[in-house]
């Protein structure tokens, strides 16, 4: 088992507000298998990160920390005491970005910020993926 805690900062916000937005810019220009559409432009850039800059300090009220508990039967995250499971059959996809993981599930994403976690744990979070869900 693999347990540990994050505090999502502004970057890793901003970063996986990006991804999400670039995500859905494809699925709706390019169709949903389309993987080599063209990089978000200036002005959309420029507004995601005045969106998140706005948003950011709500979300961080809302989810101060983040636990997450990840073993062969699936993913917990416990925020503000309340535990979410999340077995590895929602888990369509695991895509690795600079400042962690996004997880593509049947209905969302769940992004892992991985700032607070050593290379060992990066090791066995990455073993999990590997043997339960597709990695991109």
């Given amino acids: ?21 670039s995500r859905e810019s494809r699925r709706s220009k390019h169709g ?20 998140a800059t706005l ?9 101060p920390s983040l636990l997450f508990r990840i073993d062969e039967s699936g993913i917990q995250r416990v925020v503000k005491g309340r535990a979410y499971f999340l077995s590895w059959h929602e888990v369509t996809l695991a895509t690795r970005m600079e400042l962690g993981w996004v997880l593509e599930l049947k209905q969302g994403l769940l992004p892992i910020p991985v700032s607070t976690l050593n290379d060992k744990q990066e090791n066995t979070l990455r073993d999990f993926l590997a043997n339960n869900t597709a990695v991109n």
């Fill in 1 to 21: 088992m693999l347990e540990f805690s994050v505090r999502i900062n502004y970057l890793e916000y901003l970063s996986f507000v990006k991804f999400q937005a």
């Fill in 32 to 51: 949903a298998s389309e993987r080599n559409a063209p990089p978000m432009g200036l002005l959309m850039t420029v507004s995601l990160a005045v969106f």
């Fill in 55 to 63: 948003v950011y300090p709500v979300k961080k009220w809302r989810v």
